[in-house]
């Protein structure tokens, strides 16, 4: 049974940083890509990036130079380190195991002074 749990959201000021977490298991997750994406309130679900088994990543314009996805294969875990946040950050943030199409629940980040 296929399981993927992020953690690490909550409030933030702008500028500050955030981890998120994404355990997965049930998958082979040392050869799959995964990927964050995020959904702000009234917008579409939209791609922040995504890592591939090989670790090597790709970023949405919108996030470059400010967020990092890395992963730990020895916990199954992938990384979305956020730095720099802003208030069009705000968004429930979504891990996706891209090789099934399978998604967490999500993680709500707020970025407001």
């Known amino acids: 049974q296929v399981q993927v749990v992020e953690s690490g959201g909550g409030w933030v000021q702008p500028g500050g940083s955030l981890r998120l977490s994404c355990a997965a298991s049930?998958?082979?997750?040392?050869?799959?890509?995964m990927g964050w994406y995020r959904q702000a309130p009234g917008k579409q679900r939209e791609l922040v990036g995504t890592?591939?088994?090989?670790?090597?990543?790709n970023y949405a314009d919108s996030v470059k130079g400010r967020f990092t996805i890395s992963r730990d294969n020895a916990k199954n875990t992938v990384y979305l380190q956020m730095n720099s946040l802003k208030p069009e950050d705000t968004a429930v943030y979504y891990c996706?195991?891209?090789?099934?199409?399978?998604w967490g629940q999500g993680t709500q980040v707020t970025v407001s002074s």
């Open positions: 996706h195991v891209e090789r099934i199409s399978y």
């Open positions: 049930g998958v082979f997750f040392s050869i799959s890509d």
């Open positions: 890592i591939t088994w090989r670790s090597n990543t």
